[in-house]
C-alpha cells in the first residue's frame, strides 16, 4: 500500500466504518469494537477491516463477528456513497488478534525483568583474581631499589 491514493481510501474508510458502527448499526450482538487498522488492494477492490473487540468472552467475539458479517452490505454501500467510486471495494473484517499479542509480550517482559532481578539479588561480587589486580613491589625489592639508587647517585658525585 505504498500508494498515497490507496492509503487516502484505507484512511476513508476506517473513518466511514468506524462512524457507521458507532451511529448507525444498532445490532445488540455488537460489542465495543475498535477499528484499528484498514488495508486496500492495489485496485481499491478489496479492503480488509481490522478490529478488536474490548471484552476477552469468546462468546461475545463470535456474536460480534456475526453481527459485523450481517452488516458488511450496509457498510458497503456506504463506503461506496461516501467515497463516490464506480466500484466500492469489498470488504472483509478480520479480528485483530494485536492486542492480544501485546499484553503476552508484555507478560514475557515482566517474568523477564523479575528472573533478571532475582539473579541480580543472587549475585556475589567476586573477583577472579585478587581483590587489586595490579602488581606492586614488595617491600625487600622497594629496599634494594633504593640501595641501587643510593650507590648510583655516589657514583654520580664521584665523577
Known amino acids: 500500500m505504498s ?13 466511514v ?12 450482538r455488537l460489542g465495543f469494537v475498535t477499528v484499528t487498522d ?5 485496485d481499491s477492490q478489496q479492503a480488509t477491516i ?16 456475526a453481527a ?9 454501500s456506504e463506503v461506496a456513497k461516501q467515497l463516490a467510486m464506480r466500484h466500492a471495494p469489498s470488504l472483509e473484517f478480520i479480528h485483530d488478534a494485536l492486542p492480544e499479542t501485546a499484553r503476552h509480550l508484555d507478560e514475557v517482559l515482566a517474568r523477564a525483568k523479575e528472573l533478571d532481578e532475582q539473579v541480580a539479588a543472587a549475585r556475589v561480587e567476586q573477583y577472579a583474581g585478587e581483590a587489586d589486580p595490579y602488581k606492586k613491589p614488595r617491600e625487600d625489592e622497594l629496599d634494594e631499589l633504593d640501595g641501587d639508587l643510593d650507590e648510583g647517585l655516589e657514583r654520580d658525585d664521584e665523577r
Open 38 to 42: 484498514v488495508r486496500v488492494s492495489g
Open 68 to 76: 459485523l458479517a450481517s452488516a458488511k452490505g450496509l457498510i458497503r
Open 17 to 28: 466504518v468506524a462512524q457507521m458502527l458507532e451511529r448507525r448499526i444498532k445490532d445488540p
Open 50 to 65: 481490522f478490529y478488536t473487540v474490548m471484552s476477552d468472552d469468546p462468546a461475545q467475539l463470535d456474536a460480534t463477528a
Open 3 to 15: 500508494n498515497p491514493r490507496v492509503r487516502k481510501i484505507a484512511d476513508r474508510i476506517q473513518v
